[in-house]
């Protein structure tokens, strides 16, 4: 079993910047960042497998980048130019299968943190 923890969420103004962290209690293959604002579905929004390829939903592309520290099984979600409507619920999610697919999908994942929220004011 993993278990993945979630950190860095908080409050900030239009364009500021925050750094969420997913550090994992295991090796896993890919992980993904997933956001869920009130009455709004669950979105994927950026994700990276262990050889490094990435994927981004395209509202968050040249804003949010996603990088991974594999020695330290920690992924990380840069987030720059924020804005309101990023204000979510934030969850990390990994998964151990090799294959690249459905990586902003959530159904294809098998572990999850708990959350860290991110609020963002205008």
């Known amino acids: 079993q993993v278990q993945l923890v979630e950190s860095g969420g908080g409050s900030v103004q239009t364009g500021g910047s925050l750094r969420l962290s997913c550090s994992s209690s295991?090796?896993?293959?890919?992980t993904g960042w997933f956001r869920q604002a009130p009455d709004k579905e669950r979105e994927g929004i950026a994700a990276?497998?262990?050889?490094?390829?990435?994927q981004y939903v395209d509202s968050v592309k040249g804003r949010f980048t996603i990088s991974q520290d594999n020695a330290r099984n920690t992924v990380y979600l840069q987030m720059n130019s924020l804005k309101p409507e990023d204000t979510a619920m934030y969850y990390c999610?990994?998964?151990?299968?090799?294959?690249?697919?459905?990586?902003?999908?959530?159904?294809?994942?098998?572990?999850w943190g708990q959350g860290t929220q991110v609020t963002v004011s205008s």
């Open positions: 990276i497998h262990r050889d490094g390829t990435t």
């Open positions: 999610a990994a998964r151990k299968n090799t294959l690249w697919y459905g990586p902003l999908a959530a159904a294809s994942y098998n572990y």
């Open positions: 295991g090796s896993t293959t890919t």
